[in-house]
């Protein structure tokens, strides 16, 4: 059983935390922060790196301002559709709790909590692959390259 669940979470883990800065909805303060500048993250040219177990992954992207919304504040992929039921948000600290479910209905809760600027973040946390076994590790952190984006650069 352990042998099975480290396979698993070894192919599984490192999707999971990439899916989760990447599409749904953030919650209506998130979103009129977003969109006064205010208590959130600001749109531009971002590099995020995930880590979860013994892997990393480093990407850049162009977030626009009617991408940061999902970007920010709603942690989920096309793969792995996520809600999250506790979401706080605020004061330059957040914590999300939830569950993501991919398109085959495999469910893994998901915790994260950091600390965030307009520029930067960092979230730690983890993933349970199956009820009752421990969260595996995983983090994520993202800092803001530049206020615009290259000519070639990939979007969010």
């Not at 989760?20 to 993250?41: E, N, R």
């Not at 880590?51 to 970007?71: L, Y």
């Amino acid at each position: 059983m352990k042998t099975v669940l480290t396979r698993a979470a070894a192919v599984a883990v490192p999707a999971i935390i990439g899916a989760l800065f990447l599409a749904a909805p953030a919650t209506p303060q998130a979103a009129m922060a977003a969109q006064t500048g205010g208590d959130t993250v600001l749109p531009g040219y971002w590099e995020y790196t995930t880590s979860a177990v013994g892997s990393r992954d480093t990407q850049q992207k162009c977030v626009r301002p009617s991408e940061i919304n999902r970007f920010f504040g709603g942690l989920s992929t096309r793969r792995w559709r996520c809600t999250y039921p506790v979401r706080q948000v605020g004061n330059g600290n957040a914590r999300f709790e939830g569950v993501c479910t991919d398109h085959k209905n495999r469910r893994v809760n998901v915790r994260l909590n950091g600390t965030y600027t307009q520029e930067s973040f960092t979230f730690r946390g983890g993933a349970q692959l199956a009820r009752g076994t421990p969260y595996l590790p995983a983090s994520i952190t993202a800092r803001r390259l530049a206020a615009t984006c290259p000519a070639d650069a990939e979007y969010f």
